[in-house]
Every structure is written in structure tokens, then in C-alpha cells.
């Protein structure tokens, strides 16, 4: 399928007849043809016309041309003198409403960022209502506003002003490089969605192709994934089980690999996402749903939310529910260091078969699993279940073991994002490989020896293990989310390593791409976000979860933002990150992302510059309390790099001045703070 319905030299446009048009916008239009539309097209081909007509330039023109990401088609492309014209009509429409104007302006915004052939260009967002006032329109004696990447902020017209609207900016503006219409409609697109995009376009179109941006070192989300279904395809065929270990810098694809394994398991084959992310589970659901109810919707089918809601839960779970379910198929009381399945508790008809339903199971955040110390605990205190004598990651090997053929478990395994305590790291899960289960075969990349999984001690964990394979491509090297600054995760690791040469080089090398402003004015910050968000980019605040002393800013981390709306709802509610009032931890916040982000850094994380060191706090009734603990401290420093490396775009770091006469906000709990990063380079505002 071509990525437009319709496209023509201006020329040649002019000279075709309008039932020749529209025929050609019928024979590619994939839905049914309704009167509506077919009347929306005869009136935008008259309007087009009399553009065309009246422009001294020759150019190209496109209908219906398809923007991947967004899953929507801009109604008319008009490439002129260089610059791309993305033209939006609402027929019949009097007004410009503010849904249609972010509407139009994510089509420049999409195209300007992921489309190869309009990174250079000029690109000038229109939206037209028909029938709107001449009043309403864009001020014919006023200046046009632009930005930095040479995107127009979008620009209204009527039918009738359209002509004078685009002889306008054609005279503003001086002669570009001509656009080759071949090679932009043809472009190859290089998406970098956030993951609820992402997730949204594998579940409704079961297709990764069109939402994955190739690197060309084939390190990328496409060959890690095609690695994995190969693994759990040898394994069926061999009547095997194995595990993959998936590493990668923050914001490299990992969710987004276990995500489509999931969802593109072949021959009927089940598998299911897991995670212990909370936040994430809910907001992906409650995403996916509501995508899935619209798009039944406008099928003419019906749909209520909680079955769509039912449906989104079979491929994507907590992790609690499933490792209950296995839980309650034990022998109780567990007697000695053994579980046991009990037979009363599962079917006949299972065959003695005590696994769950999915051969396949993907575990995001791997690192994150409990150690036997603390599931023990919980299970005792919460489940009466005492003397449970697994770690979390042992009994989920134990679970998928249950299979009396073949399974296959997919670790998603981020490095230095252990935030909780109790959180075991990668080496419980290869201590239980080498003890429990010698029979299972461990696909890794080389870079899960490096010293930011299980210290640094997994090749030796590994050593003598046969059952070991390396595939390189089992690492993503390159961030997805911050497409602006594929190195920003290099930049923050090298920030809270203290290592300020490096940390100052690499920013030179990200900063004209990936804006990092610093304030101690929250409201400076409110408004650098306000200023740099377009269309329906999403911002937020975010804070540590030991930030208590920030109450005087309005900011207080005891009261939970619901994290649905706050990463899903329009700016119009009030618990919409939008909104600029509620905050997300690193909680809230690990596995998903913003496009622009506000960082308010409280005391409990602060720069000793006397001793080059960072200083690790928390607040205990009424005074700062030093965390002692090394695994405290290094929860604390991971809580940070997830904050640091949460925005797709650009953040702003804010940093209060503090006050001398609140003994628990003194100014010397924050400058210096402030003053490291004004060492590495970052921008005042």
C-alpha cells in the first residue's frame, strides 16, 4: 500500500478533471466510502484548484498522505519552493477548535522529527475551517512565529484565504533546495514513539515495522526481537526450555521488545508481558483499552470498556497476579526447602500439568525481583505463607519449569534501576540457573558482564555454566526515547559518576538537539515547559520519592497523583500532568516517559563539592537523616538516573534556593548542587 491516496506536479493537477480525482481517492481509500467524505474531498479539490491556480511556483500536491506514528493521514501535502505545506480542512467547520489545531501541528511536529526528507525543510502547519470568519483567520498584517527546527506554528484560514495565506509565506520566505516529490513521498520514516504509542500501534495493527526507528549497526528493537521468537521457536521444536537476558541503556526499546514478543507469538503459540511496574500496567492498559473501545467505535461494533479491558489483560499482567495464581497450587505448609505442587488444587483435564496456559513469558525489569529474604517476609506477613524458601526470579524459572514440553522466559534487564529495597538484581535469577535449573539454556549479550548488572559479577556467576550462548543483539546501544540525544544516557551516568570532563563534552555534544535548562524558580520552570511543548507533546514534574521538603513550592510527595490520568488526560484536568500540579516519582515514572520533563531536586540527594561526592539523606520526622546503608545509597543514585532520564525532548532542572531560617531547607542543602551542574555547561534560565 503507497502512503497516499492521491498525488500529481501542480500542473498536472490543474489539468485533470475533479471525477478523475476523486476516483483515484476511492480506489486507495481502504474504508468505506461515505457521502460525507466524498463530499469533504469534491469541496477540498475546488479549494486546491483555485491554490494552485493562483501560485507563480510549480510544485507538487499529495492527498491523504499517511503519518505512520500517529496512525492518521494529513488531507492535503503541498510541496512548494521547498518548503512542505501540511494543509488540514474541516469542511463545513466555522470555528478552530483546539483538538484540529494540535491535530495539524503534530503532523509538522511528526514529520519534522522522523520523516528523513523534511528534517531540513521548512514546513508550514495550516488548518482550514471552511467556513470560519475572516476575523478568525490569521491576521494578514501580522507576523508569522516560527521555530528553531523551522516549524510555523500552525496557521488558520478559510477556504477563501487560503490562496494569499501560502503567497504569503512563499514571498517571506528566501528560495530553498528544491524538494524531489518522489523522494519525500516515498521517504523512509524513523519513528521514536513513547511506549504507549508504541504499545498501541502493536496491539491494533500487530505490526512493529512502521513504529521502530533501524539503526544501522542492526543493533535494534527489529533484530532483537526476530533473535527471541527464533530462541523460542528452536525451543519448541527441541523440546527445551531457555531463558534470554535482554540488557540496554535506558530508553533503548526493552519493554517495547517484550511487548512484541507477546503480542506477535506465531502458530498459536501463548505468551504474556510481566511486570512488577505497577504504574506502567495501568496506564498501558488503560491505554490500549481506550484505543481499542474507539476503534470499535468507528467500526459500527460495540465495545464496553471493561471487555476491552479484558482483552488487554490477556497478553499484559502485574506480575503479582500470575506468581499468586502459582502460589495458591502449592502444598501447604511448605515443609523443609521444597514446594510442591498439590494435586488437589489443579484440574484433571490439565494433564498433571501445573504451569500456566503461556509457554512464553516476558519479565520487564528483571533486575527489579525480590530476594529470598524479603518475598519470605512478605509472603509470611501478607499470605501466611511462612518458610518460603525461593527468590522471586528462582520460583518465576520454577513457574514456567512446570511445562512438561518447552518454555521460554524473556528478561527485560535494565542496568543500575534497582530502586526498592529488596530488589535482588540479575544475579539471583543466574544463581537459581546454576543450582535449580542446569538444564536450561542462558542466551545473553556480552554486555551483561559489565559492572552495572549484579556488580559486576555475572561472567563469573556464569563460569562453567555449558548451557551459555552470546548474542550480541540481545543489547540495545541506542536510546529510543531521547531521539534528540541518543547520548543523553551516557551524559547522566557520567553526571552521577562526578565525572565532569566527560559530562561536560558529551552535553556540547547534545545540547543545540536536546535543550537542559537549569532554574531555581519553579514557576521559570512551569513556563520553559509551557514554551516548549507543541501540539500534543505531554509534560510533567517530576521528584525523587524521599523529596518531602519541597511542601513550600505546593509540592507534597504524600499525596499520590493518579498516574492514569496524569500521564492519559488533556490539559483541562486538573490531575493531568499537563496541569502542572500533581507529580511523579520515580515510581510513577520508571518505564514510561514525557516529551519534556521539570526535575525538582530537593536536599535529600545533594554535592558535597569539599569532598567531590554526593551526599545521600532522609527526612525523618523533622530533621535530615544520612542514609548510611550502601544499598540505600545506591537505590537513591538509580531513583535519580531514572528521573534524569525520563524526558524524550528536553527538561529543566530545578533547584530551589532554599531558605535560611527553615532549618530543613538551608541554602547550603542546595547550592552546591546548583553549582555542579552550572560546572558542567547547563544553561541558566
Known amino acids: 500500500?503507497?502512503?497516499?491516496?492521491?498525488?500529481?506536479?501542480?500542473?498536472?493537477?490543474?489539468?485533470?478533471?475533479?471525477?478523475?480525482?476523486?476516483?483515484?481517492?476511492?480506489?486507495?481509500?481502504?474504508?468505506?466510502?461515505?457521502?460525507?467524505?466524498?463530499?469533504?474531498?469534491?469541496?477540498?479539490?475546488?479549494?486546491?484548484?483555485?491554490?494552485?491556480?493562483?501560485?507563480?511556483?510549480?510544485?507538487?500536491?499529495?492527498?491523504?498522505?499517511?503519518?505512520?506514528?500517529?496512525?492518521?493521514?494529513?488531507?492535503?501535502?503541498?510541496?512548494?519552493?521547498?518548503?512542505?505545506?501540511?494543509?488540514?480542512?474541516?469542511?463545513?467547520?466555522?470555528?478552530?477548535?483546539?483538538?484540529?489545531k494540535e491535530q495539524v501541528w503534530d503532523y509538522a511536529l511528526d514529520l519534522k522529527n522522523f520523516h528523513e526528507e523534511s528534517r531540513e525543510c521548512v514546513i508550514v502547519p495550516i488548518l482550514v475551517a471552511t467556513e470560519a470568519s475572516e476575523s478568525d483567520c490569521t491576521n494578514n498584517s501580522g507576523e508569522f512565529c516560527y521555530y528553531d527546527d523551522q516549524v510555523y506554528y500552525p496557521l488558520f484560514s478559510n477556504g477563501k484565504g487560503l490562496l494569499p495565506l501560502i503567497n504569503r509565506i512563499l514571498s517571506k520566505e528566501s528560495s530553498h533546495s528544491p524538494i524531489d516529490a518522489h523522494e519525500w513521498l516515498t521517504s523512509r520514516y524513523n519513528p521514536t514513539p513513547t511506549i504507549i504509542q508504541a504499545a498501541s500501534a502493536l496491539y491494533m495493527n500487530h505490526s512493529v515495522e512502521d513504529i521502530t526507528k533501524h539503526e544501522a549497526d542492526k543493533a535494534g528493537i527489529d533484530v532483537c526481537t526476530a533473535i527471541i521468537l527464533d530462541i523460542i521457536r528452536k525451543s519448541k521444536e527441541n523440546h527445551r526450555k531457555s531463558i534470554c537476558f535482554v540488557t540496554g541503556v535506558p530508553g533503548a526499546g526493552k519493554t517495547l521488545v517484550g511487548l512484541n514478543v507477546a503480542i506477535q507469538q506465531e502458530h498459536g503459540d501463548l505468551a504474556v508481558y510481566l511486570s512488577g511496574n505497577g504504574p506502567l500496567v495501568k496506564v498501558l492498559t488503560e491505554a490500549l483499552a481506550r484505543d481499542k473501545v474507539q476503534k470499535e467505535k468507528t467500526a459500527g461494533n460495540k465495545c464496553t470498556k471493561t471487555e476491552a479491558e479484558r482483552q488487554v489483560s490477556r497478553f499484559i499482567q502485574i506480575i503479582h497476579r500470575y506468581r499468586d495464581n502459582m502460589l495458591a497450587k502449592l502444598k501447604v505448609p511448605i515443609q523443609g526447602a521444597q514446594i510442591e505442587i498439590d494435586p488437589q488444587k489443579i484440574s484433571k483435564a490439565?494433564?498433571?500439568?501445573?504451569?500456566?496456559?503461556?509457554?512464553?513469558?516476558?519479565?520487564?525489569e528483571a533486575q527489579r525481583m525480590w530476594d529470598m529474604r524479603h518475598l519470605s517476609a512478605w509472603l509470611s506477613r501478607k499470605k501466611g505463607l511462612s518458610n518460603f524458601p525461593m527468590s522471586e526470579g528462582e520460583f518465576l524459572i520454577w513457574s514456567l519449569d512446570q511445562h512438561k514440553d518447552w518454555a521460554t522466559i524473556v528478561c527485560l534487564v535494565g542496568g543500575g534501576q534497582e530502586i526498592n529495597s529488596g530488589e535482588g538484581g540479575i544475579g539471583?535469577?543466574?544463581?537459581?540457573?546454576?543450582?535449580?535449573?542446569?538444564?536450561?539454556?542462558?542466551?545473553?549479550?556480552?554486555?551483561?558482564?559489565?559492572?552495572?548488572?549484579?556488580?559486576?559479577?555475572?561472567?563469573?556467576?556464569?563460569?562453567?555454566?555449558?548451557?551459555?550462548?552470546?548474542?550480541?543483539?540481545?543489547?540495545?546501544?541506542?536510546?529510543?526515547?531521547?531521539?534528540?540525544?541518543?547520548?543523553?544516557?551516557?551524559?547522566?551516568?557520567?553526571?552521577?559518576?562526578?565525572?565532569?570532563?566527560?559530562?561536560?563534552?558529551?552535553?556540547?555534544?547534545?545540547?543545540?538537539?536536546?535543550?537542559?535548562?537549569?532554574?531555581?524558580?519553579?514557576?521559570?520552570?512551569?513556563?520553559?515547559?509551557?514554551?516548549?511543548?507543541?501540539?500534543?507533546?505531554?509534560?510533567?514534574?517530576?521528584?525523587?520519592?524521599?523529596?518531602?521538603?519541597?511542601?513550600?513550592?505546593?509540592?507534597?510527595?504524600?499525596?499520590?497523583?493518579?498516574?492514569?490520568?496524569?500521564?492519559?488526560?488533556?490539559?483541562?484536568?486538573?490531575?493531568?500532568s499537563l496541569f502542572l500540579e500533581d507529580v511523579a516519582t520515580e515510581f510513577d515514572i520508571?518505564?514510561?516517559?514525557?516529551?519534556?520533563?521539570?526535575?525538582?531536586?530537593?536536599?535529600?540527594?545533594?554535592?558535597?563539592?569539599?569532598?567531590?561526592?554526593?551526599?545521600?539523606?532522609?527526612?525523618?520526622?523533622?530533621?535530615?537523616?544520612?542514609?548510611?546503608?550502601?544499598?540505600?545509597?545506591?537505590?537513591?543514585?538509580?531513583?535519580?538516573?531514572?528521573?534524569?532520564?525520563?524526558?524524550?525532548?528536553?527538561?529543566?532542572?530545578?533547584?530551589?534556593?532554599?531558605?535560611?531560617?527553615?532549618?530543613?531547607?538551608?541554602?547550603?542543602?542546595?547550592?552546591?548542587?546548583?553549582?555542579?551542574?552550572?560546572?558542567?555547561?547547563?544553561?541558566?534560565i
Open 428 to 576: 539471583l535469577w543466574i544463581q537459581a540457573l546454576n543450582d535449580t535449573f542446569p538444564d536450561w539454556q542462558i542466551y545473553i549479550s556480552d554486555k551483561l558482564t559489565d559492572k552495572e548488572y549484579a556488580e559486576g559479577n555475572v561472567a563469573a556467576l556464569l563460569e562453567g555454566n555449558a548451557n551459555v550462548h552470546i548474542e550480541h543483539n540481545l543489547h540495545l546501544a541506542v536510546s529510543q526515547r531521547s531521539y534528540r540525544a541518543e547520548t543523553l544516557s551516557l551524559w547522566v551516568h557520567q553526571l552521577l559518576d562526578l565525572d565532569i570532563p566527560s559530562a561536560k563534552t558529551t552535553y556540547e555534544g547534545i545540547r543545540d538537539r536536546y535543550p537542559i535548562v537549569l532554574t531555581r524558580d519553579l514557576k521559570k520552570a512551569k513556563d520553559w515547559l509551557r514554551e516548549h511543548a507543541r501540539g500534543s507533546e505531554r509534560y510533567g514534574m517530576l521528584v525523587s520519592s524521599k523529596a518531602f521538603r519541597l511542601k513550600p513550592l505546593a509540592i507534597d510527595i504524600r499525596t499520590q497523583a493518579d498516574i492514569v490520568p496524569w500521564f492519559l488526560n488533556p490539559i483541562t484536568d486538573i490531575r493531568s
Open 350 to 364: 490439565a494433564n498433571s500439568n501445573a504451569a500456566e496456559v503461556e509457554n512464553v513469558a516476558i519479565f520487564d
Open 590 to 684: 520508571q518505564g514510561l516517559e514525557l516529551d519534556w520533563t521539570c526535575l525538582v531536586w530537593d536536599g535529600d540527594f545533594r554535592y558535597d563539592s569539599t569532598r567531590h561526592c554526593w551526599q545521600h539523606f532522609n527526612f525523618r520526622s523533622d530533621r535530615w537523616q544520612n542514609i548510611n546503608i550502601a544499598e540505600g545509597r545506591a537505590y537513591q543514585l538509580n531513583a535519580y538516573r531514572v528521573l534524569l532520564t525520563r524526558a524524550r525532548q528536553g527538561m529543566v532542572i530545578c533547584i530551589p534556593e532554599g531558605n535560611p531560617a527553615d532549618a530543613t531547607r538551608l541554602p547550603e542543602f542546595y547550592d552546591p548542587t546548583y553549582e555542579y551542574f552550572k560546572q558542567l555547561g547547563i544553561k541558566e
Open 1 to 100: 500500500m503507497q502512503r497516499f491516496f492521491y498525488s500529481e506536479t501542480c500542473a498536472r493537477f490543474l489539468d485533470q478533471d475533479v471525477s478523475s480525482i476523486l476516483g483515484d481517492l476511492s480506489k486507495h481509500n481502504v474504508f468505506d466510502l461515505t457521502l460525507e467524505q466524498r463530499d469533504a474531498w469534491l469541496q477540498e479539490i475546488s479549494i486546491m484548484k483555485q491554490v494552485v491556480s493562483g501560485l507563480a511556483a510549480k510544485g507538487d500536491i499529495a492527498f491523504e498522505y499517511t503519518i505512520p506514528r500517529l496512525g492518521k493521514r494529513v488531507d492535503v501535502v503541498l510541496l512548494v519552493n521547498g518548503i512542505v505545506f501540511t494543509i488540514e480542512f474541516k469542511v463545513g467547520a466555522s470555528e478552530f477548535l483546539a483538538n484540529d
